[in-house]
């Protein structure tokens, strides 16, 4: 069973857990072509749309959840402006929810119907940069979390977390991976490197690994959740579904 291991800590411990995180972006701009289907709509067992699970996940990160108002973790949605709806119930708490365009980058190929999700997680940088959280030395890492996968935000923070001590870790990237592959789209980066990315879209590179490779500490997926990343058919998401057992 999946279960958020956050459970297990106290009130205080939670707050102290979430002041380095400046922000959320939600992945969901993929062509989903193999899926047949957006994967932001696909609906999980319980009927809920699987972009509302990570916005509804998500939500467990902020202040509101942890009763501490003067903390607002902004979600972002990156659908390539594809308008994915949220449902009304989860925008009516009090936390920042709302969309973002890609990065439009000079480079940019003009008969592109995507450019993949370097120019998303750049987006969202630019972003954190102009908010007033993301002014706070604490605050300097931004979840990336994808429509590809069932693990949620609020899980993956309590994972990679203990990974940003500066004292422990120079890496500007903490990634999952198992034996055979990183997944750069479930893990954290630092804000510090939004020049370093915006140089690398702007030079007309679009390669994910190529860009964090250098960067990154990689932490080793646990066994049970390795059925919940890479949907990418509709026998993907079932078997995912499938293991998650705690909607």
């Known amino acids: 069973m999946i279960r958020s291991t956050v459970d297990s800590l106290n009130q205080s411990d939670k707050v102290d857990s979430i002041e380095s995180l400046a922000g959320i972006v939600i992945l969901a701009g993929g062509n989903s072509r193999r899926m047949g289907t957006p994967k932001a709509g696909l609906t999980l067992p319980n009927n809920e749309r699987l972009l509302d699970y990570h916005v509804r996940q998500a939500l467990k990160l902020s202040g509101s959840d942890l009763g501490v108002s003067s903390i607002d973790i902004p979600i972002m949605i990156a659908d390539n402006e594809r308008d994915f709806t949220v449902d009304a ?29 370097l120019v998303a997680i750049e987006s969202a940088l630019q972003t954190l940069a102009k908010t007033k959280k993301a002014e706070n030395a604490d605050s300097s890492w931004l979840i990336v979390i994808s429509c590809d996968s069932l693990i949620s935000a609020y899980d993956l923070w309590q994972v990679l977390e203990p990974h940003t001590a500066a004292e422990a870790n120079d890496k500007s990237v903490i990634c999952l991976t198992d ?4 997944y750069p789209l479930l893990g954290l980066y630092n804000l510090s490197i939004e020049p370093q990315l915006k140089a690398y879209i702007d030079s007309g590179k679009r390669e994910v690994m190529g860009f964090i490779k250098p960067m990154t500490e ?7 959740w390795q059925p919940l990343t890479n949907m990418n058919t509709p026998d993907d998401f ?4 499938n293991a998650l057992t705690d909607l």
């Open 89 to 117: 119930a989860l925008l009516s708490r009090r936390t920042s929810i709302c969309h973002i365009a890609d990065y439009n980058s000079l480079s940019m190929a003009s008969d592109s119907k995507t450019e993949g999700p």
């Open 179 to 182: 034996e055979s592959h990183l």
């Open 238 to 241: 079932k078997r995912a579904c």
């Open 218 to 224: 990689a932490v080793a997926v646990a066994k049970q």
